[in-house]
């Protein structure tokens, strides 16, 4: 947000922020900047619920959660791709890739049994 707000400052030759910050178009930053956090929140965490509440549905397997998780993260690297206009093979190769090392970490350090 402040530097967004920077940006648009010197675009418009003021010397502050200030100005920006009480007129309508500091207020609209401030509510979009809310809003995507608030859904970034959210999404954080029903991506940390897919995992964590898999295993009540099939009890005693370690495969189906990590299956999930691996999905989703394909899935969130495919969003990655769509909004910086990357290619989509290449963050949903990197952030599975990114999943199975912290899979390997969490079974090193007896985190996953």
Known sequence: MNEELHRTAVQLNLKSTDYLLKGHLGSGIFMESLIGALIAAVFGFLG????????????????????????????????????TAGRAPFWITIMVFVGIIVTIAGYYLKLIV
Request: hydrophobic content about 60%.
């Open 48 to 83: 940390a619920l897919i995992p964590l509440s898999s295993p009540l549905i099939i009890e005693n397997n370690v495969i189906i959660p990590l299956a999930l998780s691996y999905i989703s993260l394909a899935i969130l690297g495919l969003f990655i791709s769509k909004t």
